[in-house]
Protein backbone atom coordinates (compact mmCIF):
# COMPACT_ATOMS: atom_id res chain seq x y z
CA UNK A 1 0.00 0.00 0.00
CA UNK A 2 0.93 3.78 -0.92
CA UNK A 3 -0.38 6.34 0.49
CA UNK A 4 -0.40 9.98 -1.42
CA UNK A 5 -0.67 13.59 -0.05
CA UNK A 6 -0.17 16.43 -2.26
CA UNK A 7 0.10 19.98 -1.12
CA UNK A 8 1.53 23.31 -2.73
CA UNK A 9 -1.69 24.25 -4.23
CA UNK A 10 -3.34 27.55 -4.39
CA UNK A 11 -4.13 31.39 -5.89
CA UNK A 12 -1.75 32.72 -8.07
CA UNK A 13 -1.69 35.05 -11.23
CA UNK A 14 -1.66 34.34 -14.60
CA UNK A 15 2.09 33.97 -15.37
CA UNK A 16 3.14 32.73 -11.93
CA UNK A 17 4.43 30.01 -10.46
CA UNK A 18 3.56 27.23 -8.29
CA UNK A 19 5.14 23.86 -6.99
CA UNK A 20 3.11 21.02 -6.30
CA UNK A 21 4.55 18.02 -4.00
CA UNK A 22 3.05 14.66 -3.85
CA UNK A 23 4.29 13.06 -0.51
CA UNK A 24 4.43 9.19 -0.58
CA UNK A 25 4.53 6.59 2.36
CA UNK A 26 4.49 2.87 2.63
CA UNK A 27 6.47 0.77 0.41
CA UNK A 28 9.59 1.39 -1.30
CA UNK A 29 9.21 4.64 -3.36
CA UNK A 30 11.60 4.39 -6.04
CA UNK A 31 9.63 1.03 -7.34
CA UNK A 32 6.84 3.27 -8.59
CA UNK A 33 6.05 5.52 -11.41
CA UNK A 34 4.26 9.04 -10.51
CA UNK A 35 1.63 10.91 -12.61
CA UNK A 36 0.17 13.88 -12.13
CA UNK A 37 -3.33 14.54 -13.50
CA UNK A 38 -6.03 17.23 -13.09
CA UNK A 39 -9.72 18.02 -13.86
CA UNK A 40 -10.92 21.39 -13.85
CA UNK A 41 -14.88 21.54 -13.22
CA UNK A 42 -17.24 20.24 -15.75
CA UNK A 43 -14.01 18.74 -17.67
CA UNK A 44 -12.34 14.95 -17.58
CA UNK A 45 -9.85 14.15 -15.46
CA UNK A 46 -6.08 14.83 -17.74
CA UNK A 47 -3.14 13.33 -17.75
CA UNK A 48 -0.24 16.08 -16.77
CA UNK A 49 3.26 14.39 -16.23
CA UNK A 50 4.64 11.02 -15.13
CA UNK A 51 8.33 10.22 -14.33
CA UNK A 52 9.57 7.17 -14.27
CA UNK A 53 10.62 5.18 -10.69
CA UNK A 54 14.07 6.23 -10.73
CA UNK A 55 13.44 9.85 -12.48
CA UNK A 56 15.24 8.41 -16.16
CA UNK A 57 11.90 8.81 -18.58
CA UNK A 58 9.41 11.55 -18.05
CA UNK A 59 6.46 12.57 -20.50
CA UNK A 60 4.73 15.52 -20.89
CA UNK A 61 0.87 16.47 -22.05
CA UNK A 62 1.71 19.18 -25.06
CA UNK A 63 -0.15 21.84 -23.36
CA UNK A 64 2.50 22.19 -20.29
CA UNK A 65 5.71 21.30 -22.31
CA UNK A 66 8.53 24.38 -21.63
CA UNK A 67 6.35 25.52 -18.49
CA UNK A 68 5.94 22.55 -15.91
CA UNK A 69 8.93 20.14 -14.96
CA UNK A 70 8.25 16.54 -12.69
CA UNK A 71 10.97 16.00 -10.70
CA UNK A 72 11.22 13.09 -7.90
CA UNK A 73 13.50 12.86 -4.53
CA UNK A 74 13.07 9.14 -3.38
CA UNK A 75 15.04 9.84 -0.10
CA UNK A 76 12.44 12.16 0.75
CA UNK A 77 9.45 9.97 -1.12
CA UNK A 78 8.18 13.22 -2.73
CA UNK A 79 7.51 13.73 -6.54
CA UNK A 80 7.15 17.47 -8.03
CA UNK A 81 5.13 19.71 -10.08
CA UNK A 82 7.53 23.26 -11.27
CA UNK A 83 4.28 25.14 -12.45
CA UNK A 84 6.06 28.16 -14.45
CA UNK A 85 3.94 30.57 -16.87
CA UNK A 86 0.66 29.50 -15.25
CA UNK A 87 -2.55 30.40 -17.60
CA UNK A 88 -6.26 29.95 -16.29
CA UNK A 89 -6.51 27.05 -18.12
CA UNK A 90 -4.04 25.13 -15.55
CA UNK A 91 -7.21 25.46 -13.32
CA UNK A 92 -7.99 22.89 -11.96
CA UNK A 93 -7.83 19.95 -8.81
CA UNK A 94 -3.98 18.33 -9.32
CA UNK A 95 -4.09 14.54 -7.97
CA UNK A 96 -0.77 12.75 -8.50
CA UNK A 97 -1.14 8.55 -8.73
CA UNK A 98 1.48 6.13 -8.25
CA UNK A 99 1.62 2.62 -10.34
CA UNK A 100 4.33 -0.38 -9.87
CA UNK A 101 3.84 -1.28 -13.05
CA UNK A 102 2.86 0.91 -16.11
CA UNK A 103 4.06 0.83 -19.76
CA UNK A 104 4.73 3.58 -21.80
CA UNK A 105 1.23 3.36 -23.82
CA UNK A 106 -0.77 3.27 -20.85
CA UNK A 107 0.91 5.93 -18.59
CA UNK A 108 -1.83 8.66 -19.57
CA UNK A 109 -4.66 6.69 -18.50
CA UNK A 110 -5.96 7.24 -15.17
CA UNK A 111 -7.01 3.72 -15.05
CA UNK A 112 -3.95 2.36 -15.03
CA UNK A 113 -2.55 3.58 -11.79
CA UNK A 114 -2.77 1.68 -8.17
CA UNK A 115 -2.69 4.73 -5.89
CA UNK A 116 -4.10 8.42 -5.29
CA UNK A 117 -3.85 11.05 -3.41
CA UNK A 118 -6.73 13.66 -2.67
CA UNK A 119 -5.17 16.63 -4.89
CA UNK A 120 -4.63 20.16 -4.52
CA UNK A 121 -6.93 23.02 -5.86
CA UNK A 122 -4.78 25.27 -8.50
CA UNK A 123 -6.62 28.52 -9.43
CA UNK A 124 -4.87 30.90 -11.74
CA UNK A 125 -6.68 34.25 -11.79
CA UNK A 126 -6.40 36.02 -15.27
Known amino acids: QVQLVESGGGLVQAGGSLRLSCAAS????????VGWFRQAPGMEREFVAF????????RYVDSVKGRFTISRDNAKATVYLQMNSLKSDDTAVYYC???????????????????WGQGTQVTVSS
Open 26 to 33: GQTFSDYG
Open 51 to 58: ISGRAIFT
Open 97 to 115: AAATRISVASLTRGGEYDY
